[in-house]
């Protein structure tokens, strides 16, 4: 999974440039910016770039806890990869919630 993560925040970088590049070229070219992220394909792409962040985010601190030998048996080590992923999903259904204006 931070594999997959990794490679959605590699791929949607360019989407993510290209509208804080318009953002601030001009206001015409802000609200073209607003009209487009205000989409509902746009809302979507955010909350799984916002789910491939915590998702990253949250992996890298227990590899780092794994780098310290904290964790590092076989049933710990699965535990804390299941923790990272029953985390990072409510974390970012939340986060997805409140873009679609459900929260």
């Known amino acids: 999974m931070p594999r997959i993560s990794g490679a959605m925040m590699f791929v949607l970088l360019p989407l993510c440039l290209w509208?804080?590049?318009?953002s601030l070229r001009s206001e015409?070219?802000?609200r073209q910016m607003r009209d487009f992220a205000?989409?509902?394909f746009a809302k979507i792409v955010?909350?799984?770039?916002?789910?491939?962040?915590?998702?990253h985010l949250?992996?890298?601190i227990r590899y780092l806890s794994l780098d310290l030998d904290l964790g590092v048996?076989?049933?710990?080590a699965r535990r804390s990869g299941w923790i990272v992923f029953a985390l990072s999903v409510p974390l970012a259904t939340a986060f997805a919630l409140m873009l679609f204006g459900a929260l």
Do not use: I, Q
Not at 19 to 22: H, I, M, R, S, T
Not at 46 to 55: F, I, M, N, P, R
Not at 73 to 76: R, T
């Open 19 to 22: 509208l804080f590049d318009l």
């Open 28 to 30: 015409t070219s802000y």
């Open 38 to 40: 205000d989409g509902w």
């Open 46 to 55: 955010l909350a799984a770039l916002v789910w491939a962040l915590v998702h």
């Open 58 to 60: 949250l992996a890298g």
């Open 73 to 76: 048996e076989l049933a710990a």
